[in-house]
């Protein structure tokens, strides 16, 4: 679609780096969330139980709309929203692995998992380096926001603020002591993988202050993909290996309602947003 020339647009190099980002989470996501069972043979680690292979791989499933959706967009206000969760996880990961390096496969056969261990070391360094490298040209770039045309529900804000305090507040405990905290997990988990899954709540945490700090529908279509689709990924995990939860334990109910209140919000955003989208006259480019 057409964008009148005094808005603000998505630089070239953001759009390249985000198409190319979501191709990578396209194949982590297979092997995580397709390949669970077989991490020692086809990912970076091996990851044990199978539900924490698949929570991860919901993650990357749901970025594989994130960041492809933000790309096609043209206006830098519909796509400003993803930033802050890629950037930050990115970060957060790279750290992770340099803490956790012997968990690696570096010295398994180059043929899968070898070659995922030395792809997955380059892509967690350059990733980020890059977006960083980027951010000001794209920052510099002259030109108004458009109007907002789908004020977000306060309700639907006060859910999301729960869903962001909820995640920052646990991703913080387990990336900084995962051992100590582990126990809040509703099943178990290693050092690293304690590392990997706050990664992603800190980056869930950060996205959706992201989301609303724009509190607007129509900006933020990429990141109500994404969350309607985490959260129907995570359905789709607890069904393949909800044996696996402690499902004795509070937290393996907050577990579950934040998976489907993640679900309800998403759906609810897009239906609601869609019907401002002819009106609004941006979008994808």
Not at 75 to 82: A, D, G, K, L, N
Not at 134 to 161: F, K, Y
Not at 206 to 211: D, Y
Not at 252 to 267: E, F, I, P, S
């Amino acid at each position: 679609m057409a964008v009148p020339g005094d808005l603000r647009r998505l630089t070239d190099g953001m759009r390249r780096l985000l198409f190319v980002a979501s191709g990578l989470v396209a194949l982590a996501a297979f092997q995580l969330f397709v390949l669970t069972d077989h991490t020692a043979s086809y990912f970076s680690w091996t990851i044990a139980p199978g539900m924490t292979a698949a929570f991860l791989g919901a993650g990357y499933l749901a970025s594989v709309f994130l960041e492809y959706l933000a790309a096609r967009r043209a206006v830098w206000v519909e796509v400003r929203h993803t930033i802050p969760p890629v950037l930050s996880f990115t970060v957060l990961t790279e750290i992770a692995t340099l803490l956790h390096l012997g968990k690696f496969q570096f010295g398994q056969e180059l043929v899968w998992a070898g070659l995922a261990a030395w792809v997955w070391l380059a892509i967690y360094t350059l990733v980020p380096i890059t977006m960083i490298a980027l951010l000001p040209g794209q920052l510099r770039v002259r030109g108004a926001d458009p109007p907002r045309t789908e004020p977000i529900p306060w309700v639907a804000l006060v859910v999301l603020g729960a869903h962001a305090a909820l995640a920052l507040a646990v991703g913080v405990l387990l990336y900084v002591d995962p051992v100590r905290w582990s126990s809040i997990w509703p099943w178990e988990l290693t050092p690293l993988t304690g590392r990997a899954s706050a990664a992603w709540l800190l980056g869930i945490g950060v996205g959706l202050v992201a989301v609303s700090a724009e509190r607007d529908l129509a900006r933020t279509r990429p990141g109500l993909v994404a969350y309607a689709t985490l959260g129907a990924a995570q359905l789709v995990a607890l069904a393949r290996y909800g044996s696996q939860v402690r499902w004795g334990q509070p937290q393996a109910w907050v577990y579950v309602a934040w998976v489907l209140t993640a679900v309800l919000l998403g759906l609810l955003g897009l239906v609601a947003s869609n019907r401002g989208s002819s009106r609004a006259g941006v979008g994808r480019g």
